[in-house]
């Protein structure tokens, strides 16, 4: 870090002696065909990292731009990114004839982002955000943006948490956990185009960032042209159907800007048997110019209510007879109906404030307020048999003694029922009604019921950013931002599925401490509750969160050689208020936990060094810490205030260094980069089977276990590559490479805390140190062509993908798995060893064509189709369970769950617009 600051402080005393010129440089975006002005496009010069957008009417000017020779692109989030050469030697430039092309189908075939919905088990896989990059003017990120991220790909193998999503310079992130819920302004893909994206570590005008990058996405009515769009879309995806209008005014004479969006999407069973998909969308968008100053409002929500998939056990997939086998569904009176069901619905409310002080200098603040509910339901059963299909003891490899197979005559007629009785295969609902039912008349409890785990969200956040240009070579921003947040967690009786009522107690408390009423409640202060439909249950609790951030950002630009340097300071608080006194934590479940409080610090900085006009180095650093997020600091927020021990920040420190050649035939970019990762940690809580007893991990009966990591120490490192070569005005050829290489390198220690009290905590060691850090490729290939003639297009790529690990559970990793082998046993292997999964190929193709009438109306068809080998084969992500045959040593009980890659799919879309 010092050697970096003192290689900084040089070039500061270096360039204060160098005396260049500048100029500035004008011109006007056009659609290609129709001469109409593209307003809100991105015009950037990449290696001076100077940019601006263009206005209502297509226009755009950068000035003190250093004499010199550059490369200038342009892109939209609805054409293709455009790329021209000038050679500035003059005070003012104008870039004449820039006509950009639609994307075939609008980018609403292979960038649509396709959302692989998964239950509450897998939420520890990260959301995707690729599907957000593919508007990049970079040649990597742009094509690995739609292309990558239907396989899970994360750019550099970083968690979704470290790249930001804003909107209209706020952040939307879920302050909980980091990462960001697109669900939000699902279908709302025309109100959403207008995109600003920067890569890693580059400086953005918006706020400090962070490591993976950042994407503003610009909502404002003035940035939409004027329009009428309507489209449909076809799928055999999530969802079969989309429909979207679109109304724009453009910014009008009265200074007055109008958007408003609209969506619908829905199927009655997507790709994946027993999934179902209910959404709309809307979008609002108002904006006022007064001289100087400029006042917007936007507004848009979309209430969405899927059913998911879940990951289950090959055996199961191999039963069933296909890679897409779904348990979480079956059969009630006839009509099929799915146990976990997603459901969200936030609103957002955003205010806007633009004013241009100067020429020089403009102040941006902002401040929004959302609030909503998420939610999944899930069965939950009481004193009767696990209702899921695929549990472990209903598959033909499981015997009671976990030793011997069964006899070959049961295990015939177990195959038999699964791939013959769709009513053993699934859910049978009707036999679970059938059961509560029976116990209505012996007037018992509800065995078996629905519930729903909600989250009800509300939170503020305000922002104000200026931006100033202090000479023709420096520029610098800052900003201010803070959050207040509010997060209720509680159950709630969904269905009662024929029973009279439920009783809020802890059942498993009630099973290990019969003698212990006092400890089977789960609210002492109303003991023994009667619950009915509605009503609240089970965990009820609030999560509090507030962050403010200052930073501070110097862009300073020169002929040969261009940095910038960048500070930020956070300050976080949070803490948990519980509405339960828990009986089996009397003392530490009720009312507000302890506070914790954090200030943290990030800096980074970057250097480009302009070997010609053509030829480019960039070299970027950043050394920052980030706190723990509520979600891995609280053991079991459900029960308790408990919090895992010596609670810090994480560190992550690294750079990268990149050579960049642009021509206008060729764009060329390969980067190193390392990224290390201190002091991490993860919470993870799960339900121990009773086959632990004796082994000091569990009780003689099942109880709920909370799985603590501290310690995670992680590497970061690999390359990426990416070429575009444009042979003439109708072919491109396309090849981007990501090969990377992440590893652990720590022993994190690990607490096993039992939730019920039943032992206490149990702390070992693991040994995971040179794993592989799981679920995500970290080798993609990809290369392809782009074809364009007299509006037609024709997209076609080739993919690889490899170096895909299995997310895999601490407990199998310590001393006590192995404990009683000896040395050589082939089980140890076998017990812990990291799993690869399997490497995959597939093929894709986009065709569309843009029909022009009389110069005003315009339709388009864009077809695209992906995996059109149809290689259903590919495992697209899975893990270990947690639970472990600790006496046995039987990996085979426990076996891992995964999901597969869709086979063969479509995307038609249509659209017309005037």
Known sequence: MKRFLSLLGFFLFFISFVNAQSGKMSGKITESGTGKAVSNATVKISTLNMNTVTDQEGFFEIKNIPYGKYTVSVSSGTFENYETSIDLNAESVTLPNVELKKKAGEGEGLSEISTIVLDQEDENKDQNISGLLHSSDDIFTSTAGYIFGSMSFRPRGYDADNRQVLINGTNVSDPENGRVTFNDWGGLNDAMRNKQIYNYNEPTPYTFGDIGGLTNIDTRASGYRKQIKLSYSLTNRTYRDRIMLTYATGLMKNGWAFTLSGSRRW????????????????????????????????????????????????????????????PNWGYQNGKARNARVRANNEPEFILNHVWNINDKTKLTTSANYSFGTNSWSSLNWYNAPDPRPDYYRYLPSYHPNYVDPLDPATQYMITQQWQNDVNTRQINWDKLIEINKLGNMEGIQANYIVENNVTKTSQFAFNTVVNKEMNPHATVNGGLNFKLYNGHHYKVLDDLLGGNYWVNIDQFNKTDFPGDTASWQLDLNNPNKIIHQGDIFGYDYVSHLNTINLWGQGNFTYNKLDFFVAASLTGTQFWRTGNYRNGRYPENSYGNSKIFSFLNYGVKGGITYKITGRHYLTFTGFYE????????????????????????????????????????????????????????????????????????????????????????????????????????????????????????????????????????????????????????????????????????????????????????????????AISGLGPGDPLIKEI???????????????????????????????????????????????????????????????????????????????????
């Open 267 to 326: 199927s009655q069973e997507g790709y994946v048997e027993g999934t179902f998909y209910d959404a709309w969308g809307y979008f609002l968008s108002a904006e006022k110019r007064m001289g100087r100053h400029s006042l917007g409002l936007t507004i848009f929500g979309a209430p969405t209510k899927r059913g998911t998939q879940s990951a289950t056990v090959q055996e199961a997939y191999d039963l069933s007879g296909t890679n897409y086998y779904n």
């Open 625 to 816: 810490t980030t706190p723990p997020y509520f979600s891995n600091t609280f053991v079991s927020p459900k029960t308790r205030n408990t919090t895992v021990n010596d609670v810090k920040s994480e560190t992550a420190f690294g750079g990268d260094a990149s050579y960049i050649m642009r021509y206008p035939w060729l764009n060329l970019r390969f980067t190193y980069y390392y990224t290390q990762f201190l002091d991490g940690a993860t919470v993870v809580s799960y339900y121990q089977d009773q086959i632990v007893k004796n082994t000091g991990f569990g009780t003689d009966n099942g109880v709920f276990v909370n799985n603590i990591m501290t310690g995670i120490n992680r590497v970061h490192q690999g390359i990426e590559f990416g070429a575009e070569v444009k042979v003439n005005k109708m072919l491109k050829f396309f090849a981007v490479a990501a090969v990377g290489n992440y590893i652990y390198t720590s022993r994190p220690q690990t607490t096993i805390s039992y939730d019920n009290g039943s032992l206490p905590d149990t702390t070992f060691t693991t040994y995971i140190k040179n794993f592989y850090i799981p679920s995500t490729p970290q080798t993609a290939l990809s290369g392809g062509l782009k074809f364009n003639y007299h509006y037609w297009f024709l997209d076609v790529n080739a993919n690889y993908y490899d170096n895909n690990w299995l997310s895999f559970t601490s407990e199998r990793r310590t001393e006590a």
């Open 832 to 914: 812990t060893q990291e799993q690869k999964l399997k490497s995959g190929f597939t093929l894709d193709a986009s065709i569309g064509k843009n029909i022009r009438i009389k110069y005003k109306y315009f339709i388009n068809i864009n077809l695209s189709v992906s995996n059109i080998l149809d290689n259903k084969d590919i495992q697209n992500w899975g893990y270990e369970q947690n639970r472990f045959d600790f006496v046995n040593k039987n990996t085979s009980l426990f076996p891992p769950k995964y999901l597969y890659y869709y086979g063969r799919t479509f995307f038609l879309n249509l659209s017309f617009r005037m």
